[in-house]
């Protein structure tokens, strides 16, 4: 602390008193670690700042005292969060002899609870809150609109430089926050439309009748999010393009102590469980008690209806978790008053006394519902039955499986040519389309750390096949054996045989087809190996372009035009297009696309869970268009990664 105040950079006022002193330590914490408050300095942490921000006017909302948030992208790249709230208050505390607004603009968490107002819930991604963005902010201004006036300060990297200010008359409440990121921080301050928009719009799905405004200056924008339905419309959206058991989602909701409790699911045809959960509209991506209580009411209740109905007799085994959850699409919400956020990434529902809450509310809405719908219930609990028997087929083929890919290489697939290295993190794994491009890659790649396996072109959609059908594909199973982890929730990473699994298919639309299928497989499946940076593509060439003196290998439409407008003056052009790998010959193969020092890979990576199901869903599901329309626009959208 006392390094703080003697750094020259600071402007210090004599004035200041010893709560400043904290204010600024905080301010200078959050400056030199940033990632330690908002994750990243990269676009990620720069999309933080504004939902840290929203939240406060979230917190607005969820107090039932806002309910409209308009925010707004500049052309400077400053961003505006304006809300309809009761505006921060300004009075000033007695024995700090500072407002209100400053406090929670400058100290680090405060906004949940301040200056005695307890607030009913409240959110916040690290619940670290305004003072946060102020500080990596190169200037920031708060407006307040309170009692009839409209109130100003400003502030540069966190400091205040001017006291709060009447400005003005003022005919509503509310409170607008602008600030830019400081660049000095930040790598970059270019925000991403679609990212923060989607954001919104899951904000706005978790408050309902809320409305939630993105404008965008740069480019003249705008989206706006208002939904009556709240997470029930969220529930209908993610099963958008499925073929659904029961017409209405079923929702859920009371508060029981000072928690609220929501909830709203619905079940399809397919196989997979999405369900998210929120604690105070934080996606809690690694659950929590919430989630636990959730399931257990779910598993519980289905039980005793089945039973209490006949629906499953004496002698049958009770239904498990994964025969409830299979075409389950559901949210679970939150909010209560003090969230405990745990685990490395902050992103599990810690409080011990949620669970025995959702699961008391879940228990209670749903056999409710059931009661008053036994047609729906009949039809949901005949699914959950069929899962039952399905997974006991199932478990049987799998256990086949993993007995055969944990026992040692002489129960390999027969088509696995393997590489001689077996130290895991040096090896690589190519599975490659087409035996003829399966053949050109077992002779052109080095033995020593690269393995190939060549799969026949079709494999299975595991989005529209029960576990065990997708568990008793021939190309599924060589893939599991190749790998040697297993699956599902035995997949263990540490028995993983090749640290680089490549997928080398075509580029062309059959290629990318396939490609899909094969990262829907590993999503559903093994998702870890996808979480631990082990998924790649690889990147075969477009086109050669060949001169009498000059080669290159040319792996978009853009280069291509780069690289022609370059040999404008040059004779004799030769520009050969690869469609598929199987018309390169080994060498060239290994040239462009597999060896180390000269191939580029893509790094498959899963930024957004909600977003990546959707994704997946949409592209597996029976709705064709928009998964033609998805291919061909994102054939290439995984991050580059240069190896
Ligand atoms: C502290 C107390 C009260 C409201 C707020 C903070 C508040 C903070 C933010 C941040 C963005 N928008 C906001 N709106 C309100 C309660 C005020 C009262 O009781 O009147």
Same mark, same amino acid.
């Given at each position: ?41 990269? $676009? ?19 107090? =039932? ?42 100290? %680090? ?6 200056? =005695? ?18 500080? !990596?902010?190169?200037?920031? @201004? ?57 954001? /919104?719009?899951?904000?706005?799905? %978790? ?20 939904? +009556? ?25 009371? #508060? ?9 699911? *619905? ?58 959850? +299979?075409? %389950? ?14 685990? *490395?990434?902050?992103?599990?529902? =810690? ?26 219930? @009949? ?16 478990? @049987? ?16 697939? =027969? ?34 750390? $690269? ?23 021939? +190309? ?87 690289? #022609? ?13 690869? @469609?598929? /790998?199987?018309? #390169?010959?080994?060498?060239? !193969? ?29 592209? #597996? ?23």
């Amino acid at each position: 602390m006392t390094q703080d105040m003697t750094s020259p950079s600071e402007p210090l006022d004599n004035e200041y008193t010893a709560e400043d002193i904290q204010v600024l330590g905080g301010r200078e914490a959050v400056r030199r670690r940033p990632g330690m408050y908002i994750g990243s300095i990269d $676009q990620r942490g720069l999309h933080h700042l504004v939902y840290e921000i929203v939240y406060n006017s979230i917190d607005e909302a969820m107090a =039932g005292c806002c309910n409209k948030i308009v925010v707004t992208i500049q052309k400077d790249s400053a961003v505006r969060v304006e809300d309809n709230g009761r505006g921060i208050p300004i009075d000033i505390h007695p024995a700090t002899n500072i407002s209100a607004v400053e406090t929670v603009m400058t100290t %680090l968490h405060a906004g949940a609870k301040f200056g =005695g107002h307890i607030y009913q819930v409240s959110g916040g991604l690290h619940g670290v809150g305004a003072s946060v963005v102020n500080a !990596l902010s190169s200037w920031l @201004k708060v407006n307040v609109r309170r009692d009839g006036k409209l109130y100003q300060q400003e502030y540069r990297q966190g400091i205040p430089q001017t006291e709060v200010t009447e400005i003005g008359q003022a005919s509503d409440t509310g409170t607008t926050i602008t600030f830019l990121a400081d660049e000095g921080i930040f790598s970059t301050v270019n925000y991403d439309f679609n990212t923060v928009s989607e954001c /919104l719009r899951e904000m706005a799905y %978790l408050n309902k009748e809320l409305e939630i405004c993105l404008k965008d200056e740069r480019k003249d924008n705008q989206k706006t999010f208002y939904f +009556e339905g709240g997470i029930t419309s969220f529930v209908r959206q993610l099963n958008r393009g499925r073929v659904v058991r029961h017409h209405h989602p079923i929702y859920i909701s009371k #508060m029981v102590n000072s928690t609220i409790v929501e909830a709203a699911l *619905q079940y399809n045809e397919g196989f997979t469980e999405s369900t998210f959960s929120f604690a105070n509209c934080v996606n809690t991506m690694d659950g929590g008690t919430h989630l636990t209580g959730f399931r257990s009411a779910l598993t519980r209740v289905f039980n005793d209806y089945a039973h209490k109905n006949k629906l499953l007799r004496e002698d049958e085994p009770n239904l498990v978790g994964d025969d409830v959850r +299979e075409g %389950l699409t559901a949210i679970i919400s939150v909010k209560l008053t003090e969230p405990q956020f745990e685990g *490395q990434t902050k992103a599990k529902l =810690g409080n011990s006394e949620v669970k025995s809450e959702v699961e008391s509310v879940v228990s209670e809405g749903l056999s409710l519902y059931l009661e008053e719908h036994p047609d729906e219930a @009949k039809r949901i609990i005949e699914k959950c039955i069929t899962a039952s028997k399905a997974r006991e087929a199932a478990r @049987k083929a799998r256990d086949l499986v993993i007995k055969r890919s944990s026992l040692d290489t002489s129960t390999l697939p =027969g088509k696995l040519a393997d590489c001689s290295e077996k130290e895991p993190s040096h090896c690589e794994l190519y599975l490659v389309e087409g035996p003829s491009a399966g053949g050109s890659a077992k002779q052109g790649r080095n033995r020593r750390f $690269q393995a190939i396996l060549p799969l026949r072109g079709k494999i299975i959609n595991v989005e529209k096949a029960p576990s065990d059908k997708t568990l008793s594909h021939e +190309e599924i199973r060589a893939i599991i054996t190749a790998l040697g982890a297993g699956i599902d929730d035995e997949f263990d990473l540490s028995k993983l045989r090749y640290h680089r699994v490549i997928l080398m298919t075509d580029a062309d639309v059959d290629g990318s087809h396939i490609r899909t299928l094969l990262l829907t497989f590993f999503f559903r499946h093994m998702v870890k190996l996808i979480n631990h940076g082990h998924l790649f593509i690889a990147q075969p060439p477009l086109y050669r372009i060949k001169t009498p003196k000059f080669q290159q290998w040319v792996y978009s439409e853009e280069e291509k035009g780069t690289v #022609m407008r370059k040999l404008r003056e040059a004779k004799k052009v030769e520009i050969q297009r690869y @469609k598929g /790998l199987g018309e #390169m010959s080994a060498e060239q !193969l290994w040239e462009t696309t597999m060896d180390p020092a000269t191939r580029t890979l893509l790094s498959v990576s899963i930024d957004d869970a909600a977003r990546a199901d959707h994704i997946f869903h949409m592209l #597996m599901g029976n709705e064709v268009p928009p998964r033609k329309a998805f291919i061909q626009a994102h054939a290439k959208s995984v991050k580059n990664l240069d190896i």
